[in-house]
């Protein structure tokens, strides 16, 4: 199992950044794959943006372009840089952490709030 904790949330205004932080403990880091969503109000949860264990990315198209997600395995840490932050882009976000397309798991989540 892992555990995931999510910060660097916070309010940013439209056309600022920000960068999450997803800190996992509690297993094998590298046999992970990563990936970041989001929830509005009112809207189903969605990936934004995948890093699999082998390396490769996915990003939303809506994100595409501003968002880069990488990881660091020395800290055992997924990163999802924001920039050009829209006002759409506010949600709670959410680190998840996959193997064997089986086994899931999921932080707390951090608040993004960006203001138009």
């Known amino acids: ?11 940013v205004q439209a056309g ?6 997803c800190l996992a403990s509690g297993s094998i880091f590298s046999l992970y794959d990563f990936g970041w969503y989001r929830q509005a109000p009112g809207k189903q949860r969605e990936l934004v943006a995948l890093i699999r264990r082998i390396g490769s990315t996915n990003y939303a198209d809506s ?10 395995n020395a800290k ?11 006002p759409e882009d506010t949600a709670v976000y959410y680190c998840h952490a996959e193997i064997a397309t089986k086994y899931h798991y ?6 993004v709030t960006v203001s138009s």
């Open 1 to 11: 199992q892992v555990q995931l904790v999510e910060s660097g949330g916070g309010l």
């Open 16 to 21: 600022g950044s920000l960068r999450l932080s």
């Open 106 to 111: 999921w932080g707390q989540g951090t608040q």
């Open 76 to 86: 055992n840490t997924v990163y999802l840089q924001m920039n050009s932050l829209k």
């Open 63 to 72: 994100v595409k372009g501003r968002f880069t997600i990488s990881s660091d």
